[in-house]
């Protein structure tokens, strides 16, 4: 497992962003902006020397994917030659991971335009060499792990998988854990979004990883278990990301030994 930062969660600056991670004990990035361009748009050669001389690999990549309604095909179909275009990107910066939306817009939300789309997709990406991760998303048509583990089922590609983000489903209503032993019982996510937040009466309050009730030394426990070898990353919310960050991954790190040391000890 990788502990790892969604960089501009922080900064959309390469060496900042490096600098942090490497002050917060995180082991590797995922990418999304980067100088104010959304990957694989971006200065590259500046950016790979700085985590080349870091020595942090690319964990995933987000370049803004199947964000829109199923119903959008012309949209979607931009989004299948989008994954062309980001493949030798991805080559060059050793990642094979790419996080992308459900096609879950309330608006024009249709269950099975989605999965053909994302099965169409999943081929697509597997003749590159990639692997996409589809996440779950309040305020989405796909918020819960529930709803994105029947997703996944009626996809059933092996080169999509779950981005699973148990923050969006306690936002959306869902007992965390409930969603995550569904995406269990189905195939191990390919990463985890990391966040925290609370429920409470005037709505939703993001939080410090560890001060929420998504309970995340439960959530890592559980994917130990079940020997989960992908990423965690860090969102670094809520501002100053800079300073709850380090708090964040702290927590963050402390689950994972306790989790660990609790497997060895079995």
């Known amino acids: 497992m990788t502990l790892a930062l969604l960089t501009d969660a922080v900064t959309g600056d390469a060496a900042r962003a490096v600098r942090l991670t490497l002050l917060w004990g995180l082991e590797g990035v995922a990418l999304r902006t980067v100088g104010g361009g959304r990957v694989p748009n971006v200065v590259e050669g500046p950016l790979r020397r700085r ?9 995933a990549l987000d370049p803004g994917l ?15 030659d989008a994954l062309t275009d980001l493949a030798p990107f991805a080559r060059r910066v050793g990642c094979d991971l790419v996080r992308v939306g459900a096609l879950a817009s309330p608006d024009g939300w249709d269950a099975e335009v989605a999965s053909t789309a994302l099965r169409r997709a999943g081929d697509q990406a597997q003749s590159l060499g990639l692997r996409l991760a589809v996440r779950n998303e309040a305020g989405s048509a ?10 996944l089922e009626s996809v059933a590609h ?34 985890i979004g990391v966040r925290d937040g609370r429920v409470e009466a005037d709505g939703w309050t993001e939080t410090v990883v560890g001060e929420g009730d998504v309970t995340w030394d439960r959530q890592v426990r559980a994917l130990t278990d079940a020997e989960y070898e992908g990423a965690f990353i860090l969102d670094a919310a809520p501002p100053p990301a800079r ?14 030994r306790t989790a660990r040391r609790a497997a060895a000890s079995r």
């Open 51 to 59: 985590l080349e001389d870091a020595e942090l690999p690319v964990v």
């Open 243 to 256: 300073t709850t960050g380090l708090a964040s991954a702290t927590a963050l790190i402390q689950a994972l």
């Open 158 to 191: 092996e080169a999509v998988g779950a981005d699973w983000r148990p923050s969006d489903a306690l936002h959306a209503g869902e007992d965390p854990h409930d969603g995550l032993a569904a995406l269990l019982r189905g195939r191990v996510p390919f990463c």
């Open 66 to 80: 199947f964000e829109g309604a199923a119903s959008a095909r012309a949209a979607w179909l931009n989004d299948l």
């Open 142 to 151: 796909i918020a819960t792990g529930a709803a994105l583990a029947n997703l």
